[in-house]
């Protein structure tokens, strides 16, 4: 399987490893602990009026960093979905905007004039927008807040008095990707009853405008280790889901290493699951619609034990939403590299070429003059505090 990966990516003649899920020392495999996170944020939060997942509860970046002060949101705070901060990194000192649907910017990974062409082929609409959200549960709430690591001013004393930024193992970070239903029916050339039964969906507001939208996919990284577990996840429809790297799941997939296809943004087909799995959702409560979601791979190291970077991405988040070609997408070194000067500024420097975004270790000499922010990147919000 591994030489068929390398045949079909050139992944092997690149120097580079697809990210799959190790074991980790006190016996827990990486790709059980992205399930079992999975299914903790999708299950019911608790609130009938609201029927909102767990996740959803939680606070944005918005609520954290923009917010003056830092507020944990009400229950029924409406979604407000915002463009790829990481997608428009290059635009230093922008402010990013929310998500309108009635005056969408396209995504980055669409051909140019769009973008930069990083998910050409994809057949997106190019008329088309992609909303993004990220939520941090309580621990990670409550960590930066009280650290005061949530505006520029408290970034700055972090600085001076040297502390070591390190949240609690019990925090967890969500990003997802959220397109409009009649998009992604667009995308899939079907109906939008096709896309509410495979995808989950719910409302974003815009000023007074309401929009249904479908999550695309997302990531999710939690302290279990000082350097965070990472996973991606992705909607079983999406079109090239396992291209360029293939999807790896040793716990939640009947079918462990699944191979890109030789021609890009194609389908996959559905993930089945291992029974292992099917229980952990049911005993979790989750709703049924959560099966259709695939777990792209999990990661726990920066490179193989040749030294070839990991690669950790999805056909979502990185190519089509921020111009990243998944052949230079890996979750932890792109975090690894969150961290803030003397004035409380972000070092955006290092992911400001979307097309060469950094993989493998960290570059020790891009960070001088900077203090790690824990592989938070909440703190390159442009209309932070």
Same mark, same amino acid.
């Given at each position: 399987m591994l030489r068929l990966i390398c045949l079909l990516t050139l992944l092997c003649a690149t120097g580079t490893a697809a990210a799959q899920g /190790?074991? &980790?020392p006190w016996g827990v495999p990486t790709d059980f602990i992205a399930w079992e996170q999975f299914a903790l944020i999708t299950a019911p939060s608790g609130d009938p009026q609201t029927g909102k997942v767990e996740f959803e509860t939680w606070a944005s970046d918005q609520d954290i960093y923009a917010s003056n002060p830092a507020q944990w %949101?009400?229950?029924?705070a409406p979604? /407000?979905?915002h463009v790829s901060a990481l997608g428009q990194m290059h635009l230093l000192g922008r402010k990013s905007s929310e998500f309108d649907p009635a005056r969408c910017r396209s995504p980055r990974g669409l051909p140019a004039p769009a973008g930069n062409g990083a998910a050409a082929g994809t057949r997106f609409p190019l008329d088309g927008c992609i909303g993004e959200e990220v939520r941090r549960n309580w621990a990670s709430f409550q960590y930066i807040v009280s650290n005061g690591l949530d505006s520029h001013a408290g970034l700055a004393h972090a600085y001076a008095i040297g502390l070591r930024v390190n949240l609690p193992a019990d925090a967890i970070e969500f990003k997802g990707d959220w397109a409009k239903v009649s998009d992604v029916a667009k995308w899939l050339q079907t109906d939008a009853g096709f896309v509410r039964q495979h995808y989950y969906t719910a409302y974003a507001f815009n000023a007074s405008t309401r929009t249904e939208v479908a999550l695309l996919a997302f990531h999710i990284s939690s302290k279990q280790i000082a350097n965070w577990v990472w996973a991606d996840f992705e909607a079983g429809t999406n079109p090239g889901r396992c291209d360029t790297i293939g999807c790896h799941d040793s716990f939640g997939a009947a079918v462990a290493n699944v191979a890109p296809n030789q021609v890009g943004n194609q389908a996959y087909g559905a993930c089945a699951k291992s029974t292992a799995l099917q229980a952990l959702l049911h005993n979790a409560g989750t709703a049924p619609v959560w099966n259709n979601y695939c777990l792209k791979g999990s990661q726990a190291a920066f490179i193989d034990r040749n030294a070839n970077p990991y690669l950790l991405g999805n056909s979502v988040i990185e190519p089509l939403n921020a111009g990243i070609p998944v052949a230079r997408s890996s979750c932890m070194t792109c975090h690894a590299y969150a961290s803030f000067d003397q004035r409380g500024n972000p070092n955006a420097s290092p &992911? +400001?070429? %979307? &097309?060469n975004s950094p993989v493998g270790l960290v570059d020790q000499s891009k960070m001088i003059g900077y203090l790690s922010?824990?592989? +938070?990147?909440?703190i390159s919000l442009p209309e932070m505090k």
């Open positions: /190790i074991v &980790l %949101p009400a229950v029924d979604k /407000i979905l &992911l +400001i070429e %979307p &097309l922010n824990d592989f +938070i990147w909440g």
